[in-house]
């Protein structure tokens, strides 16, 4: 099944993405008077409209939801820019990778959607875009686009991870020291996620292990 084109929420609250908090209240009140369901009584379109009001206001008013929204945004723009590109060469990938990492690095990393980073990487390294980097000349070039995404998902889940690395591996054409960073990395989300599974189980047991000595001591 197709990803769901995201919403343009700015758009439909009719404000720029650099709007502030004030803007978002004043623009969703006016629109939602103007668009609602009283005043519009007999038109769906205007219904359908002014639901779409408020699940944006809903994500732009909050303050962690309009930071993780705003991280989706900008990847599908990203993603849209490099569908449309016409001419795709090894020096414009570079300058893609460079600049998701440079976006990566002002990213909550504990709130990032990782689907839609591992889709603009797997975007930037399609298999158009392998055979133009693989038939290019400049080896060194191919080691910075890895370097760069390899920056860019370090935080990457496990599994997105994984299907990310052969890849990588593919292009750093055997080397031997990327070849190390690309199997070190996915070591390291490999034991992240064993970690995360873990988690619950570890507080539980100091929950326990606490409301035991907590006990004990109540009966001294």
């Known amino acids: 099944m ?10 439909i609250l009719e404000l720029p993405a650099e709007a502030t908090q004030e803007q978002i209240k004043k623009s969703y009140r006016a629109l939602a008077f103007q668009y609602h369901p009283d005043t519009n009584p007999d038109s769906q379109y205007a219904i359908a409209h002014f639901l779409e009001i408020q699940e944006a206001y809903s994500v732009l008013s909050d303050h962690q939801k309009r930071k993780k929204y705003d991280e ?17 060469t090894p020096q414009w990938i570079y ?9 990566m690095d002002m990213v909550d990393t504990y709130r990032m959607n990782h689907r839609a980073l591992y889709d603009y990487v797997m975007l930037l390294l ?15 070039q191919n080691l910075l686009i890895v370097r760069e995404l390899l920056q860019s998902t370090r935080h990457l889940r496990y599994e997105y991870m994984q299907a990310i690395a052969p ?11 990327m070849t190390d960073a690309i199997l070190n990395q996915v070591k390291t989300s490999r034991h992240r996620k064993q ?3 873990f988690l619950p189980y570890f507080i539980a047991i100091i929950s326990i292990t606490l409301c035991i000595l907590m006990y004990l001591y109540s009966r001294r």
């Not at 197709?2 to 758009?11: E, N, S, T, V």
């Not at 300058?95 to 440079?102: F, G, P, Y």
């Not at 399609?126 to 060194?140: K, P, V």
């Open 2 to 11: 197709p990803a769901q084109a995201l919403k343009d929420y700015y758009k």
């Open 72 to 88: 989706e945004r900008w990847l599908s723009g990203m993603s849209k820019r490099a569908k449309d590109q016409a001419a795709v």
């Open 95 to 103: 300058r893609e990778a460079k600049k998701l990492h440079q976006h």
């Open 126 to 140: 399609q298999d158009s875009h392998m055979a133009i980097l693989e038939q290019g000349t400049d080896r060194e």
């Open 167 to 177: 890849i990588l591996q593919q292009l750093s054409q055997q080397d031997e020291k």
């Open 195 to 197: 970690w995360a599974s």
